[in-house]
């Protein structure tokens, strides 16, 4: 069975410059999370879905930043414009309809953003 | 003060040791805790969740809950290099059960 899959893998930009992230998440599940991981504040949420609808967006850390769920089978996150601090390591996540860890979180491998 | 604290170590331990992983957590209200590891450049997966105090087991992993003292810990037995990994604990605020809060993160290396 497929896992949540992400593209592309990597990423290497100039500052200014939009960045377009893609997410599959697993079929079946309602549930979409966005995450950002650095070594600086670790794995945030940014912002999460729940049957293609926005529920929560209080982690996305600015304007410059907007997510969307066109279908249940993808969702898109857009930087723009891009600058430095956004160099990142972006992954997506899904999950069925559960209370806390009864339903995991399943991850994709992420996307290795460089904004130069 | 953050939410959920968990030294970044590294730690290094011989094959075979016994590792423990811990975390503290400042909200007595949190409710479910859980136990991510993640491979070097790969995304977090799920080992273990807990939601009351106590003591969960599962194969040579131990997921130990202290509401208490607003603490947890992860213990694994007979570590194997395969274990090498980064692993994360997350927690859940009361009605925000899908919002998961991680800790920083405690990367270990189980040398042969």
């Not at chain 1, 945030?44 to 279908?71: C, H, Q, T, W």
């Not at chain 1, 601090?85 to 559960?98: E, K, N, P």
């Not at chain 2, 590294?10 to 075979?16: D, K, T």
């Not at chain 2, 977090?44 to 599962?58: A, H, I, Q, V």
């Amino acid at each position: 069975d497929a896992g949540v899959i992400q593209s592309p893998r990597h990423e290497v930009t100039e500052m200014g410059q939009e960045v377009t992230l893609r997410c599959k998440p697993i079929s079946g599940h309602d549930y979409l999370f966005w995450y950002r991981q650095t070594m600086m504040r670790g794995l945030e949420l940014l912002i999460y879905f729940n049957n293609n609808v926005p529920i929560d967006d209080s982690g996305m850390p600015e304007d410059r930043f907007s997510a969307k769920m066109p279908n249940a089978s993808f969702s898109t996150l857009k930087i723009q414009p891009s600058e430095p601090r956004d160099s990142a390591v972006y992954f997506c996540a899904s999950s069925l309809t559960g209370q806390g860890g009864n339903q995991p979180q399943h991850f994709g491998d992420g996307t290795r953003l460089s904004i130069l | 003060q953050k939410e959920v604290e968990q030294d970044p170590g590294p730690l290094s331990v011989p094959e075979g040791a016994i590792v423990s992983l811990n975390c503290t957590y400042s909200n007595s209200a949190f409710q479910y805790f859980m136990w991510y590891r993640q491979y070097s450049r790969k995304g977090p997966e799920l080992l273990m969740y807990t939601y009351s105090s106590g003591n969960k087991e599962d194969g040579r992993f131990t997921a130990q809950v202290d509401k208490s003292s607003k603490y947890i810990s992860l213990f694994i037995r007979d570590s194997q290099p395969s274990d090498s990994a980064t692993y994360l604990c997350a927690i859940t605020r009361p009605g925000g059960y899908n919002k998961l809060i991680f800790g920083a993160g405690t990367r270990l290396a189980v040398h042969p």
